[in-house]
């Protein structure tokens, strides 16, 4: 599409009015752009020109919030290295990794960036159902990071940041197999999938697994802190649940954090489940194994059965109605501690 906002618009006016006419309950939204770009220009557009919509709907990554552009000359140069390092057999993964993947740069985006463009675009949308149909802890295929504990840690920041504000949240994506850019063989190349292009789930994964088990009720504590570690505690009836994770930006950093906690109950069991370098990493496994081009079937289900999620106890002490305990953290580690009295 070659055109400017005022032809995309006028083309949206056609498309939303003919479907309207085949049947007006069919809903219909956009303007879909990256960046929550157009959100209030799409808005007005439609009251002001009588369109029918029923949702606006966009997309962000972490770097949008800093005008990230990739121009002519980025693409020329991309292609010249892909075409040298071929030559000289470098593998394709490998260079677009060395050549896209920055962390240098990633490092100085502003912490909890996704919650401010989220908060911005839902001010603009107003009361209309606002749909984010895109997001990851960044838009650079074969970035390590999608692989590793600080993709994890960055959703599951920026969904405990969220709370309510957008109406659909979708991770992109799935898979690491799917239909745009790149779909290489390897393991572990750094696609933005949550399950690698042979089944095994990654840490993103598990951090969604780590999400779907909190308790309905979130007590109301400080949050979005962006301290360098945060948390969050849900309840359901006497049981209770603390998620503790050390997101940073910073790809690099590696510092320890000890935590003491105290919980107001007399639990009879606590138990951790964690994902971090030892945890929920099966790129570790993999590159244990040598780094192959390909994997066994053995191999795959053998990854994947070391690195489930688990829960293992965790030492604490219940007195005098008060449970107390320790845990340690790296930098963009994630823990689900669980607290019960029976």
Known sequence: ???????????????????KKVDAQ????????????????????????????????????????????FTVMDALKMMKATHDNAKNKVDLGDTLTQYFFKPWDYKKWTKGILREMDEKARQ???????FMTEWNSMAVYASPVHDEKYSAAFLVKSIMDLKGVMDAYMFWCCSDLFEEQFMLPRPFVGSFGIVSNDG???????????????????????????EKVEYAAFVEGDKTQILIFAQ???YHKNETHEITIEVNCDAKNVTQQRIDDTHCNPKAEWVKLGSPDNLTLEQVEGIKEKTRLRAEPLPFTAENGVTKLSVQLHTNDVVLITLTQE
Request: glycine share 8%.
């Open 1 to 19: 599409f070659k055109g400017k906002q005022k032809d995309y618009f006028k083309l949206y006016e056609a498309t939303a009015k003919t479907i």
């Open 26 to 69: 069919l809903r219909v939204g956009g303007p879909a752009p990256s960046a929550c770009l157009w959100v209030k220009d799409f808005k007005d557009f439609c009251e002001s020109n009588q369109v029918p919509y029923d949702f606006i709907s966009t997309h962000h990554y972490p770097g949008d919030g800093f005008g990230n552009i």
């Open 124 to 130: 603009e949308a107003g009361n209309v159902p606002l």
């Open 200 to 226: 095994i789930p990654k840490p993103n994964f598990w951090g969604f697994k780590l999400l779907s088990q909190l308790y309905p009720k979130r007590l109301n504590l400080p949050m979005r802190t962006n």
């Open 248 to 250: 940073d930006q910073d």
